[in-house]
T-cell receptor, first 113, second 115 residues
C-alpha cells in the first residue's frame, strides 16, 4: 500500500501566490523525496530531505520534515503558471542497498496566470 | 544530468498482442531499474524491480508471466506486456537509480492503449 499521503489532492492558486502541499507517512524512513510530474510525462526529482534534517531549500522550493509527526511539507513560493503539475512525495526506507521508493497519491497543482 | 530514455511514448495495440517497452539509462549504468504503472490521476504503483543479470522482483499481485522483464545490460531494461487486454491499458513508467546522487531518474512514460 502507498505510504505517503499528500494533501490537498488538488490545489488551485493564482500566479505569485505560495503553494503548500503536505505529506504524511507511516513507517520510519531514511529520507523523503518530492517529485513533480507534468501531465502524461515521467517524474522529475525536486528535492531530497534526510531523516536527520528538518528543513531544506532549493530555489523557490522549501521542504520541511517532522519525523515525530511523520510528515513533510513542500512550499513553492511565488508560483508560476509553469509550476502547474502533480507533486508526489516518496519515502525511502533505505534498507535494501538501493532505493525503493513508495509514492503518495500526489497533489495536483494548478497555477492560473 | 542523468537521462533515462523510455520508448515508445505511446502505443496502441489489439487485444491479444504483446507489447515491448524499453527503458535505457543513457549516460550512466543502472544495475537496478524499476517499473511502475500509473492510472489516471493516481499515484505510481511499483510493479517490479529489474536487476541486471538476474530475475526481476515482482510486487505482490503483479503477474510475472504477464509482465515480462528483462535487464540484460547495465543500460537497458525491457517490459513486455504479453497477450495484452484492455484492462492492461495504462501509463507505464520506468526509472533507474543512480547511487551517486541517491536519486531516481525517470523515463518519460509509455501510454499503452489496448483495443
Amino acid at each position: 500500500s502507498q505510504q505517503g499521503e499528500e494533501d490537498p489532492q488538488a490545489l488551485s492558486i493564482q500566479e505569485g501566490e505560495n503553494a503548500t502541499m503536505n505529506c504524511s507517512y507511516k513507517t520510519s524512513i531514511n529520507n523523503l523525496q518530492w517529485y513533480r510530474q507534468n501531465s502524461g510525462r515521467g517524474l522529475v526529482h525536486l528535492i531530497l530531505i534526510r531523516s536527520n534534517e528538518r528543513e531544506k531549500h532549493s530555489g523557490r522550493l522549501r521542504v520541511t520534515l517532522d519525523t515525530s509527526k511523520k510528515s513533510s511539507s513542500l512550499l513553492i513560493t511565488a508560483s508560476r503558471a509553469a509550476d502547474t503539475a502533480s507533486y508526489f512525495c516518496a519515502t525511502d526506507r533505505g534498507n535494501s542497498g538501493y532505493s525503493t521508493l513508495t509514492f503518495g497519491k500526489g497533489t495536483m497543482l494548478l497555477v492560473s496566470p | 544530468g542523468a537521462v533515462v530514455s523510455q520508448h515508445p511514448s505511446r502505443v496502441i495495440c489489439k487485444s491479444g498482442t504483446s507489447v515491448k517497452i524499453e527503458c535505457r539509462s543513457l549516460d550512466f549504468q543502472a544495475t537496478t531499474m524499476f517499473w511502475y504503472r500509473q492510472f489516471p490521476k493516481k499515484s505510481l504503483m511499483l510493479m517490479a524491480t529489474s536487476n541486471e543479470g538476474s530475475k526481476a522482483t515482482y510486487e505482490q499481485g503483479v503477474e510475472k508471466d504477464k509482465f515480462l522483464i528483462n535487464h540484460a545490460s547495465l543500460t537497458l531494461s525491457t517490459l513486455t506486456v504479453t497477450s495484452a487486454h484492455p484492462e492492461d491499458s495504462s501509463f507505464y513508467i520506468c526509472s533507474a537509480y543512480l547511487q551517486a546522487k541517491e536519486k531516481l531518474f525517470f523515463g518519460s512514460g509509455t501510454q499503452l492503449s489496448v483495443l
